[in-house]
């Protein structure tokens, strides 16, 4: 499909190109943050350690690396902030225009204005200036190779395997590993525990089929591996989002998670499109399982997971939880994003002038590259080359 086609369609395609993101998937966990406050912007400080798990191309990366690194705002907020900017001129215009000084109360007026300047310009200045957050960690995982990012530690790993819970955790904290051993990594002495993850993202799904079943359920083993990971590394309290596709039985998923997680809300931003199954489970308020005579659950390395009485001594819809058992419950759904902003499912007519941008990062290792390596010595789509006219 060319390029011109594809911005017709899709609007969220030509703005995160034109916005310098990745992907158009940006968009989604910024209108997400929007409606839960993810990264807790009225308290910096409770968010600076994340984890953003099946990462490539690296958009929910940049996301997280302008936020908290650069201090940048995005969505609701900067539009808040522009809105404050552009009433701070008008008053100031009006100021000007109705404000002439009296023979009797010059020096009064001249009192007032100059303290209303003051703090219009103190509230101007707090608008400029960025707001970066200290001691940030953020670390991005994926089976792709990604362009790297700065400020972000990448991993070239599977989070579905047990291996990569020990090489998080020294990806996390360096300095508290001893060791060449990456697979094993073991605490240093004399050191304290490593300050544990705030918040863990997962917009990872399979290579879609177009068999709704089989998708379905292999997403829901995605979505299992990284819940797997969060429990892991996550503090009391942590937040929890992943992409889901909701259907048969989603339920169950749902009930799962609230037996970890105080609160679970399915959000659907605007960004995604309507006439897509996926969805986004944001868990809130992680409540860590409670440990056993025998020691902490889980049997890789204490720290935490499936195999444990929480989720009925195995993984979750295999032998856990099944159809027929009375412990469904359903989360609040909620649409995220302005109803004003673009619809993701609605074709726009571009101006004359458009130009077509190129991706901000192509892919650097795609899976289909061999095949359009072919495609090209055979001649084009199907072996046939472009008839002359």
Same mark, same amino acid.
């Given at each position: ?27 989604? %966990? ?13 308290? &910096? ?55 002439? &000084? ?52 990448? %991993? ?15 990806? %996390?904290?360096?300095? *508290? ?9 073991? *605490? ?5 525990? &490593? ?15 177009? %068999? ?39 339920? *169950? ?49 204490? *720290? ?11 993984? &979750? ?73």
């Amino acid at each position: 499909m060319g390029k011109s086609s594809k911005d017709k369609r899709d609007a969220y395609y030509r703005l995160a190109k034109e916005q310098n993101w990745r992907a158009r998937s940006a968009f989604k %966990l910024i209108q997400v943050d929007e409606e839960f406050d993810l990264f807790a912007h009225s308290d &910096p400080d409770s968010v600076t350690r994340v984890v953003d798990l099946c990462a490539a191309p690296g958009s929910w990366s940049q996301v997280l690396s302008r936020v908290l690194i650069k201090g940048e705002s995005f969505g609701r907020r900067a539009w808040e902030e522009k809105s404050r900017k552009e009433a701070r001129a008008l008053r100031s215009v009006g100021t000007e225009n109705t404000q002439r &000084p009296q023979p009797d109360g010059i020096e009064e007026g001249q009192e007032k204005k100059g303290a209303n300047d003051e703090e219009e310009e103190e509230e101007e200045d707090q608008d400029k200036i960025l707001k970066p957050r200290k001691n940030v960690k953020i670390v991005s995982i994926d089976l792709q190779p990604m362009a790297p990012l700065e400020g972000i530690t990448t %991993l070239k790993a599977d989070i579905t395997h047990p291996s990569t819970i020990p090489l998080l955790l020294k990806a %996390l904290d360096p300095e *508290l590993y001893e060791g060449d051993d990456a697979n094993s990594p073991h *605490l240093s002495p004399n050191r304290p525990h &490593p300050h544990p993850v705030d918040l863990v993202l997962s917009d990872g799904a399979p290579d879609v089929t177009g %068999l709704h079943d089989l998708d379905i359920y292999v997403q829901s083993q995605l979505l299992y591996a990284a819940l797997n990971l969060a429990i892991g590394v996550l503090r009391p309290g942590g937040k929890f989002v992943a992409k889901i596709f909701r259907g048969r039985d989603v339920d *169950l998923i749902y009930a799962q998670l609230k037996t970890v997680f105080k609160k679970v809300s399915v959000a659907k931003p605007r960004s995604s499109r309507a006439s897509s199954l996926e969805a986004f489970v944001v868990c809130e308020g992680f409540k860590p399982p409670v440990k056993d005579s025998d020691g902490p659950q889980g049997s890789k390395g204490g *720290l935490g997971g499936f195999d444990n009485p929480v989720f009925g001594g195995a993984r &979750p819809g295999v032998a856990g939880l099944s159809a027929g058992d009375h412990h469904r419950w359903i989360p609040p759904f909620i649409a995220c994003g302005d109803l004003s902003s673009w619809d993701a499912d609605a074709s726009y007519e571009l101006p004359p002038d458009h130009v077509s941008l190129d991706p901000v990062q192509p892919p650097t290792a795609p899976p289909y590259k061999r095949a359009l390596e072919l495609r090209k010595e055979r001649g084009g789509a199907f072996g046939k080359t472009k008839s002359p006219r």
